[in-house]
């Protein structure tokens, strides 16, 4: 049988800890592996601008007819603004192609595979730690992933010097995946001199970035948090970035992002999206409208965008809030080892520093789920839960 040749892949590394989590029967579970923002009463609600965009578009809709290959072309202009600023040179020269993609993994995998068939850069550099899925992603489109570092253990902070170092060793071509903002494990950042310097680098050895920008405005701001790709892209002539809407308007399940191509010029800008359409095409022919017309719809609206914006910091804060609590937390329950690096880092994660061990414990013992690299979503955390998870760290350490 044809089938039965068919081996079992393993399980997903934070999406199969949910599904764990969900068949545990203890009461007092707590998730703190898959990125999710929870409010301080532990649930994920809709956003009141969402609602009221979608409250509007229902009243207006008038068709289900397909979208365009490239999605809703109004969202695809709202992205950019964001992306690059409202006075952004690149944009008013039409150096710069959006199309609208199923979530940030969508806007990847498009992004990954219009390089594999149509350019001849087929390695990418991923930092060491990354996200879960880019190696999934990028290998699975083609590319061969390598590494370089990024995070210092011993220091719990970046380590830029191997950084470059590792990145000298790229060949004129490759692509280099940089995250935006808020580092998905370690929430360590570059400074914009950082950002200046990789930038360079890029230019001179003809590295071609990929940024992978997940979460917008969960940093420091909207504007702050798109500083190193402005920087970046003041520099280099080209490059692509693949942007996320599931965490900063809560659109997890609508599927809602963009992948933008920036080129020398309008002529390669265009040639090079009718590719990027073209690989949009063969994989879901155009993409889901509801979430590009929600964000498209908030953003033209001015108190609408207001509200988002005033919801986006509510959330941004309760973050930074939560960071603070669970370092001093630690320490009242008696823990010695230094924590205060977890207040310095930035968006929903923190690189705890704890081990697999330690991570099978609290799992096990205590009902605490934490993704094995001993990555926890700091977004999950609440007054309520802070006491028992801090408790029992105090215990597995
Ligand atoms: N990139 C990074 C760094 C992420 O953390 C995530 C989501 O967790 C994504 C991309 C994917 O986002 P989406 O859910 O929009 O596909």
Not at 128 to 132: F, G, I, K, M, R
Not at 214 to 220: N, R, S, V
Not at 334 to 340: E, M, N
């Given at each position: 049988m044809i089938f039965s040749q068919v081996s079992q892949a393993p399980a997903d590394p934070i999406l199969g800890l949910t599904d764990t989590f969900k068949a545990d029967t203890r009461a007092h579970k707590v998730n703190l592996g898959v990125g999710i923002y929870k409010d301080e009463a532990g649930q994920t609600p809709v956003l009141k601008s969402v609602k009221k965009a979608e409250a509007k578009l229902l009243e207006i809709e008038k068709t289900k007819n397909y979208l365009g290959i490239e999605g809703v072309q109004a969202y695809n202009q709202v992205v950019q603004n964001l992306l690059f600023g409202d006075k952004s040179e690149l944009v008013s020269q039409h150096r710069a192609v959006t199309a609208q993609a199923p979530g940030g993994t969508g806007a990847l995998r498009v992004a990954a595979e219009f390089l594999a068939t149509?350019?001849?850069?087929?390695t990418i550099w991923v930092s060491?730690?990354?996200?879960?899925n880019h190696q999934n992603i990028f290998e699975t489109a083609g590319l061969t992933v390598k590494q370089y570092q990024y995070y210092a253990a011993a220091t719990h902070d970046m380590d830029f010097d191997a950084m470059l170092a590792d990145l000298e060793q790229a060949s004129a071509g490759d692509i280099v995946l940089l995250h935006g903002c808020c580092h998905n494990p370690t929430g360590i950042d570059l400074n914009i001199e950082q950002w200046k310097l990789v930038a360079q680098l890029c230019l001179e050895k003809s590295l071609l970035p990929l940024f992978d920008f997940?979460?917008?405005?969960?940093?420091?701001g909207i504007e702050e948090d798109a500083q190193g790709l402005r920087a970046v892209a003041k520099v280099v002539p080209e490059l692509l970035i693949a942007n996320s809407f599931s965490k900063n308007f809560g659109l997890y399940n609508e599927r809602i992002g963009a992948v933008t191509l920036v080129a020398e010029d309008k002529a390669t800008a265009d040639r090079s999206f009718s590719q990027i359409k073209k690989t949009i095409r063969s994989n879901y022919s155009n993409p889901p409208a509801h979430g590009g017309l929600i964000v498209s719809t908030i953003l033209a609206d001015d108190a609408l965008r207001a509200e988002w914006e005033a919801e986006l910091t509510e959330m941004r804060q309760r973050i930074a809030q939560m960071r603070t609590l669970f370092v001093e937390s630690l320490k009242a329950e008696?823990?010695?080892?230094?924590?205060?690096f977890i207040s310095r880092q930035n968006g929903m994660f923190s690189f705890s520093g704890l081990n697999k061990d330690q991570v099978n414990r609290l799992r096990d013992e205590f009902a605490i789920y934490i993704v094995g690299s001993g990555r926890i979503s700091v977004a999950g955390l609440t007054k309520d839960n802070m006491p028992a998870v801090c408790k029992a760290i105090a215990k597995v350490l």
């Open positions: 149509n350019t001849s850069s087929k060491n730690p990354t996200w879960a997940a979460y917008q405005g969960f940093g420091a008696g823990v010695t080892q230094d924590f205060s």
